[in-house]
């Protein structure tokens, strides 16, 4: 029989277990690849409080698998866990963000520890903050639902040493075309912040309002019907079949002003935590559509902001937080800074020098727990950031060109020089053309000839893994005043066109190689798994030879129109046989048109 005492002190135990429970909330589909969230109740402070929540605070997860995998997650300050539609800047939830990779148990013990710059120290001697700080628990993972473009049907797209990016679900490997600009795409009137009326750059704010058509009912918004513009903009283009959007997270000093993930422009160690909320609504939005997220860190104007170029508190803290709040995210790659190096003269802020890249690239590499792609651009050469001992795992390559003419060789050059350093890098040439014009609206140049030619289909034959496109300033919707993808829209249909031929035919171009010596047309070119398979780009069609070299057999050739797309055409030459220079014939029509030629061995 129970006394009073002891049922008293079951019923307080009881309590104190509901409260355990209630102060550590699984949120989300517990799911493979899905975004599996834990809220923690934690100290009650605020964005502005004296002991800096940000800074002084240190949360981390670890996830064990069953298995033995284990996964250290940083988390976050989260006001009061629902900021992107209240606006909060005070409360008590810490948040933390997993994607798992298995089905099965995983369990997971927090750290969460308070000490001056805690956030960014590696020290095991800062004390316990209290509160979840050595709490635990498990939860148990069931396989994704999804299906289709969704990248949760795909999994967590990853470096594997090679020249293309591969899904870690499906096997899958990925190429990409879509948007680079405008790089302001976050500079959104509709996102909580001082951004909108500090007297910086306002002017350059942006509406989005051409894309509000295309939201759709159920798509996300926040504080009752916000966002509509800027997700309708990600529904564009997804609906032209691009998966990609490229967009900076941080342009203090920089062109437009008016990106930045802090509370105010002067201020680098307190975020705004209504604002960051907001923007992982568009990010997993995109997710949802299959797009690759492409984040851009820094820039040239403001590459030594934060530390003087080094890689100080203030970066390792900006880093931190970009990493634990949208980290989780499956297809991604840190681009560690636009135009990098000392070539401005005079610079705004101190220039990164080679050291001062590896160091950062290895900094982000160690606190990212997900090993995403780490990329940088040139404004200096890559010459130093190459080899298997550097964190950098490809390039995010900018061209000078109007006319695209040195895309295609030099994605070949820094696969080259990768390769003679002893690590292979996958790169994607995401600005190609000039500052001034580079990709034009289709109303100036409706046939966009050379972005195709030699920008879209020059990058895809020398092995890149894809493309993003910049606006040039000297047109309207330019990199930083775009507030319509609609205005390229023709060319949206060609890069379609381009990643339907090499996605629905199955182009194993993780076995083939830039050779253009092997096409008999100057300029053309080559991408070749010798003695089993070519692609071939004729730029203005016409008949052209093929050096089988000794690899003898029978050769089905079909032909693709890289203007309109479709089916693969057969022309006047259907097979070829035999080894050495053979003749691929002429297109099936428009004979002094560009044509892509797929070359089988039967």
Same mark, same amino acid.
């Given at each position: ?6 049922s008293? !002190?079951l019923?307080?135990v009881?309590?104190?277990?509901? $409260? ?5 909330k699984?949120i989300?589909e517990l799911k493979?690849?899905h ?5 923690? %109740?934690g ?6 409080a004296e002991?800096?929540?940000f800074?002084n ?5 670890t ?5 033995g995998k284990t996964y250290v997650i940083?988390?976050?300050?989260a006001a009061d866990?629902?900021?992107a539609?209240t ?9 933390? @963000?997993?994607?798992p990779? $298995?089905?099965? =148990?995983?369990?997971?013990?927090? =750290?969460?520890?308070? @000490? ?5 120290r590696?020290s095991?001697k800062?004390?316990?903050?209290g509160?979840?700080d050595?709490k635990?628990?498990e939860f /148990?993972? /069931?396989?994704?639902?999804k299906t289709g473009? +969704?990248?949760r049907?795909?999994?967590?797209l990853q ?6 990016l591969k ?5 899958e490997y990925f190429?990409?075309?879509g948007? *680079?600009a ?9 996102f909580?912040?001082?951004f909108?009326?500090d007297?910086?750059?306002d002017d ?5 309002e051409?894309h509000?058509q ?7 918004t926040w ?9 309708g903009?990600?529904?564009y ?7 990609v959007f490229?967009?900076i997270t941080m342009?203090? %000093?920089?062109?437009d002003?008016n ?5 105010d422009y002067?201020t680098?160690?307190?975020f705004?935590?209504?604002?960051? *909320?907001q923007?992982?609504i568009?990010?997993?939005?995109g997710?949802? !559509?299959g797009?690759f ?5 820094l820039e040239?104007?403001?590459q030594?902001? #934060?530390d003087?170029?080094?890689t100080g508190?203030?970066?390792?803290l900006?880093y931190?937080?970009l990493i634990?709040r949208?980290?989780h ?5 840190w681009?560690?800074?636009?135009e ?5 003269n005079?610079?705004r802020?101190?220039p ?7 160091t950062?690239a290895n900094y982000v590499?160690n606190i990212d727990p997900? &090993?995403h @792609?780490i990329v940088?651009?040139?404004g ?6 190459y ?6 795992t490809?390039?995010? #390559? ?10 295609h060789k030099?994605?070949? =050059?820094?696969l080259?020089?990768a390769?003679a %350093?002893g690590?292979?890098?996958a790169?994607?040439?995401?600005e190609?053309?000039?500052?001034? @014009?580079?990709l034009?609206?289709?109303?100036? &140049? ?5 972005a195709?030619? &030699? ?5 895809m ?5 894809g493309?993003e496109w ?7 919707h330019?990199d930083? /005043?775009?507030q ?6 023709l060319?949206w249909d060609?890069?379609?066109i381009?990643? *339907?031929?090499?996605n629905d035919n199955?182009?194993p ?8 010596s !092997?096409?008999?047309?100057?300029g053309?070119y080559v991408l070749?798994? %010798?003695?089993?398979?070519y692609v071939?780009?004729?730029? &203005?069609?016409?008949e052209? /030879? ?6 003898s057999g029978e050769?089905s050739?079909l032909?693709?129109?890289?203007r309109t797309?479709?089916? !693969?055409?057969?022309g006047?030459?259907?097979?070829i046989k035999g080894s ?9 029509k428009?004979? +002094? ?10």
């Open positions: 029989m129970l006394t009073k005492k002891t008293l !002190l019923l307080i009881a309590f104190l277990s509901f $409260q355990i429970s209630d102060a550590q699984i989300g493979k690849w975004k599996v969230t834990l809220n923690f %109740e100290p009650e402070t605020s964005e502005d002991e800096n929540p800074l605070y240190k949360l981390d997860v996830f064990k698998h069953e298995s940083p988390g976050y300050y866990g629902n900021a539609n606006g909060a800047t005070s409360g008590n939830v810490w948040r933390v @963000h997993f994607s990779d $298995q089905i099965g =148990r995983w369990s997971y013990k927090v =750290r969460f520890v308070k @000490h001056k710059w805690a956030a960014v590696v095991n800062l004390k316990s903050a509160f979840m050595k635990e628990g /148990t993972v /069931t396989d994704t639902d473009k +969704d990248m049907a795909k999994g967590r470096y594997v040493g090679e020249r293309y899904f870690a679900g499906t096997g190429l990409k075309c948007a *680079d405008p790089e302001n795409f976050l500079a959104y009137d509709e909580d912040g001082t909108h009326n007297g910086k750059k350059l704010v942006k509406s989005w051409a509000e295309d939201w759709k009912d159920g798509d996300p504080k009752d019907g916000n966002g509509k513009d800027i997700i903009a990600v529904n283009l997804a609906s032209k079949g691009m998966n490229s967009f342009n203090i %000093e920089g062109d002003k990106v930045f993930p802090y509370v002067n680098y160690d307190r705004d935590v209504s604002k960051l *909320d923007w992982e568009v990010f997993s939005h997710e949802k !559509l797009m997220l492409h984040f851009k860190t040239a104007e403001n030594g902001l #934060l003087n170029g080094g508190l203030y970066t390792k900006y931190r937080e634990a949208f980290g995210h499956l297809a991604l790659n681009n560690l800074c636009e990098t190096g000392d070539w401005q005079p610079p802020t101190f990164v020098d080679v050291q001062g890249r590896l950062l590499s997900y &090993n @792609h940088i651009h040139n200096n050469w890559y010459t130093g950031i080899g298997k001992d550097s964190k950098f490809g390039a995010s #390559l900018q061209t000078n060109r109007t006319d695209f003419g040195n895309v030099q994605v070949l =050059r820094i080259k020089e390769d %350093e690590k292979t890098w790169v994607a040439c995401d190609p053309g000039d500052a001034q @014009h580079s034009v609206p289709d109303k100036d &140049n409706p046939e966009h000839n050379n195709r030619k &030699n920008g879209l289909w020059g990058a034959m020398a092995g890149a893994w493309t910049y606006f040039g300033y000297k047109h309207d330019s930083l /005043t775009c319509d993808y609609r205005s390229r829209d060319f060609q890069g379609k381009c990643l *339907d031929f090499f199955k182009i171009v993780q076995d083939m190689t830039s050779n253009d !092997l096409i008999s047309s100057e053309d070749a798994h %010798e003695g089993k398979s071939v780009f004729l730029k &203005n069609g016409g052209s /030879t093929l050096d089988l070299k000794d690899n050769y050739v032909w693709y129109n890289p797309g479709g089916e !693969l055409k057969k006047k030459v259907k097979t050495g220079k053979q003749s691929l014939g002429l297109p099936p428009d004979k +002094d048109q560009d044509w892509a030629v797929w070359v089988t061995k039967k």
